[in-house]
C-alpha cells in the first residue's frame, strides 16, 4: 500500500537558510522539521508520510527534503490522501515507534511488510469516508475543550495583537502553510 524512497544529499545544518523546502530529519522536536534550505536535493511531495530511525510516522502537509545521515525516509501512499487521511494513518502507524530504537533503527526494509488494518465499506474498499469523519471528530472534540478552557480562564474574548498575529503568519508559514490572517 505504500512506496518508499529516501533522500539524495546529505543535507547539513550548514545549508540550512531559512529558504526553500523545508528539511525533515530524525527525532520528534518539532515533529523532525530542522528548518528550511533551498541547497539543491530531492523535493518529496506534499500529502505523504516520514518515518525516521526511531519509529516516528509524521504526514507531511507539504513538499519537503530529507537528510540522508539521520536514517528518515518518505513513505508514499499508493491511493490519494488529504490531511484526515495522512493525520489517520499516523494514528495508525504509531505501534512502529515501539518497536525500533538508536540500537535497533526501523528501516523501509524493516516495516514494508507490517500488516496495518484500515477500515473498509461493505464492498472491501478503503472507507476514506470513515477515516475522514474520525479525524473531524477528534478535531472538533479538541476545539470543544479548548474554548472550554478559555472561557474557564477568562480568556474567550482575547483579541491577538498585530504582533502576534505576525508571529503565527510566520510560524504558519514556515511549516509550510499559507500564513493566514485571523
Known sequence: MFESENGDFDIQKTHLNNKGE?????????LGIIGKTDVKAKIFE???????????VYYRSFPYKM????????????FNI???????????????????????????????????????DSKGNLAFDFME?????????????LEAYLRATG???????????????TLDSSYGGGGKEG
Do not use: Q
Not at 469523519?133 to 475543550?145: D, M, N, Q, T, Y
Open 155 to 169: 480568556l474567550s474574548n482575547y483579541t491577538l495583537t498585530k504582533k502576534e498575529k505576525e508571529i503565527l503568519n
Open 46 to 56: 506534499k500529502n505523504t508520510l516520514t518515518c525516521d530511525m526511531f519509529g516516528n
Open 82 to 120: 488529504n490531511d484526515k487521511i495522512g493525520l489517520y494513518l499516523v494514528g495508525i502507524f504509531s505501534f512502529i515507534k515501539f518497536k525500533f530504537s538508536y540500537s535497533s533503527m526501523a528501516s523501509w526494509k524493516k516495516i514494508k511488510n507490517e500488516v496495518i488494518n484500515l477500515p473498509t
Open 67 to 78: 537528510v540522508t545521515h539521520a536514517r528518515v525516509f518518505n513513505l508514499k501512499a499508493k
Open 133 to 145: 469523519s474520525c479525524i473531524a471528530e477528534l478535531e472538533a472534540e479538541r476545539v470543544r475543550e
Open 22 to 30: 523545508i528539511v525533515i530529519s530524525s527525532g520528534e522536536t518539532n
